[in-house]
């Protein structure tokens, strides 16, 4: 059965102050926590989902078990793409916003020359026009556990509103290409643990 593990870490990072001013900004961690979650798509159907919130409440897991992309011969095309849209209620005090700043892909991919696969989610706030995006492309001939750390450009960065909460919203998917209908590929667990860890890490800056 695969398994996509998605980590949310919380309240960690300090935000990057103007220059003289050294102080971490950062909210009371036991003030942070996630209030509920809602989720929909083709790689997390309702009842496919477990979760665990780790008893301080700062780090939030999401079990997958159907986020799998697969491709080749025999292959429904439906099954080339998955996605799974997430909708995380965060609570945290007033006079703080926050933002993604990086997230961790672990996993393992196995693609045959000539396919091509993509790893990316999308992350915005409710209610907000910017949107902040991190993918990982693999290109065949592939075959092996892989990590991927990808850092969001400080350009990109999206915050949440001041004054008032809103819904942290991740769309995500894993999709795989090919011109070829003769070969085969898939992005499944990890060899090692059974797990694909997602790690999305966060930065605060006070209003």
Known sequence: MFAKIFTLALAATAYA??????AVVSPDPSQVSIK??????????QGSLGSYI?????????IFDQYVASIGPGVAIAQNRKNCQLN???RYPGGFQYSI??????????LDAGVNGLQSSTFYFSGEPGQTTTSTT???P?????EAVDNVDLASTVWSPCGASAALNINSQVRL????????????????DGKITFVVGLQWQKC
């Open 54 to 62: 780790s008893a301080d409440r700062q780090t939030f897991t999401l």
């Open 17 to 22: 102050l103007p220059a003289g001013n050294a």
């Open 36 to 45: 509920g979650i809602t989720y929909g798509g083709s790689g997390c159907p």
């Open 88 to 90: 995380l209620d965060l």
């Open 142 to 146: 592939i075959d092996g556990n892989y």
């Open 177 to 192: 290409t090919s011109n070829s209908s003769t070969v085969s590929g898939l992005i499944t667990d990890d060899s090692i």
């Open 138 to 140: 693999f290109k065949g």
């Open 101 to 110: 700043f990086s997230t961790v892909y672990r996993g393992y991919v196995s």
